[in-house]
């Protein structure tokens, strides 16, 4: 039984996960960097260990300094959270070696999901649809060349070892196509020490569909449906939604089982993540297993009203699954907006550093996984992410109309954040329709980027400025005479109250 568990991760997903421990009482752990020691992770846990300088390669990704500190802990689970070591095959079997319950899947389901041919051929052989391309390396360039001639460009050339967007080309210029696949070769081998590459068939304004699914050792599988995570900008995601617009019932039910036949096929424990392309016409394809708990679950968990974190708890403990596919509902809809210390107005810099005030929204149907507070210094090095902002409604309407108040009462000042940006995101008339895929942020840039347009918020602030700048005014030109006359010790303030010169807004 776990009974204490060390989170090796920092920021929200930290907090978030101890959370959950802390309600189903289990003991918990923090590890923190130089930069961290204020962090807040460190003060929720119960117990919080210092692990190493600042950047991530000192710190949070250093193994052999985390086990050891699970060991001196007495924690006898690992949870990785997101980014970091979620997804590092060798940590998971320093964990199994060290009899340190690893809370996610098996380094063999995480090293094959990982290598992105690998998980094709897995996913071919389970009868997965699967992107139109190569099944194995590209060896051969005269035989990548008659591939092509089949398949027809555009084509995409991926990393084996890439994935999230990393080391992928597009092609679609036959003349192109051997000297992208040695560029592609060449990038990949310094990028991540492995040059295969393959081709798949460009599919064009995508989707990004992805099914969140729980599987326990005992062979239950089961789907909780997907999550629309199409804008995106970078290959960042920005905002995610559930359900999809334009995901059918029917459509639900078919990639449902073949993202519980994907996990099988992958031998999966945990909880983890299909990703799929869906095309114009809703064919969908495999595109990656991401085997970890993923950014935005917490739509997930709105929509079908579990907790993901215990599931992953629940499942590391050997238990069994405690709803089957049948009992899965998803109840109205969710948003997830990701709050980052960026300027939209600087090609989205990264803007870290000191948070002179924070307000966060709250109320019905909202819920924040942050981590930042007042006074908090935002550190340069990791993702500035400053929370996820999650608001629920009974249909998608409310939950934009939701997201829409929440971000109007946000406030953040020190720190430039992208909330203005995905405020304009929200009043997007494509996106308000559902009708966006995964250009819809450089489609829409003209509206997105404009230098001449402010939300309520942004007029209030304007509004406010000048206000105080006609009030000091006045009162610039009224004190002299009232000092003048009144010797009474009455303040210039009192004198212009009693004018009623009230600031109307
Ligand atoms: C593709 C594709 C079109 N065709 N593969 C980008 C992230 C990585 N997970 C895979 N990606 C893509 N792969 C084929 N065969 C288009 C993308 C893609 C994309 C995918 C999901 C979300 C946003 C995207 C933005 C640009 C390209």
Known sequence: MINKVLVANRGEIAVRVMRSCREMGIKTVAVFSDADRTSFHVRYADEAYHIGSSPSSESYLNINRIIETARRAGADAIH????????????????????????????????????KLTAREKMMDAGVPVVPGTKEGIKDEK???????????????????????????????????????????????????????????????PHHIEFQILADQHGNVIHLCERECSVQRRHQKVIEETPSPIVTAELRERMGQDAVAAARAANYVGAGTIEFLVDKNRNYYFLEMNTRLQVEHPITEWVIGIDLVKEQIRI????????????????????????????????????????????????LGIRIDGYVYE??????????????????????????????????????????????????????????????????????????????TYSLKEFEDIALIAAIFDYTQKLQKIQPLELVNNGNGNSAWKAYGRKKAVIRI
């Not at 969710?334 to 810099?349: G, H, K, L, Q, T």
């Not at 935002?378 to 902002?389: A, E």
Request: charged share 25%; with cysteine.
């Open 316 to 363: 590391a403990n050997g238990e069994r699954l405690n709803l089957q596919q049948s009992d899965v509902r998803q109840t109205g809809h969710s948003i997830e907006c990701r709050i980052y210390a960026e300027d939209p107005e600087n090609n989205f810099m990264p803007s870290p550093g000191l948070v002179k005030h924070i307000t966060q929204p709250s109320g």
């Open 375 to 452: 006074g908090y210094e935002i550190p340069i090095y990791y993702d500035p992410l400053i929370s996820k902002l999650i608001t629920w409604g009974i249909n998608r309407d409310e939950a934009i109309a939701r997201m829409r108040r929440a971000l109007y009462e946000y406030r953040i000042t020190g720190v430039q954040t992208s909330i203005s940006f995905l405020e304009r995101i929200m009043n997007t008339p494509d996106f308000i329709r559902g009708e966006y895929d995964t250009h819809f942020i450089e489609k829409n840039k003209e509206i997105l980027m404009s230098k001449d």
């Open 143 to 205: 035989a990548a060349l008659t591939l092509i001639k089949d398949i027809g460009l555009p084509i995409m050339i991926k990393a084996s070892a890439g994935g999230g967007g990393k080391g992928m080309r597009l092609v679609t210029d036959e003349r192109d196509v051997l000297s992208s696949l040695r560029a592609a070769k060449s990038e990949a081998l310094s990028a991540f020490g492995n040059d295969s590459v393959y081709i798949e068939k460009y599919v064009e304004s």
């Open 80 to 115: 990785p959270g997101y980014g970091f070591l979620s997804e590092n095959a060798d940590f998971a079997r320093r964990c199994s070696e060290e009899k340190i319950v690893f809370i996610g899947p098996s380094e063999h389901s995480i090293s094959a999901m990982g290598d």
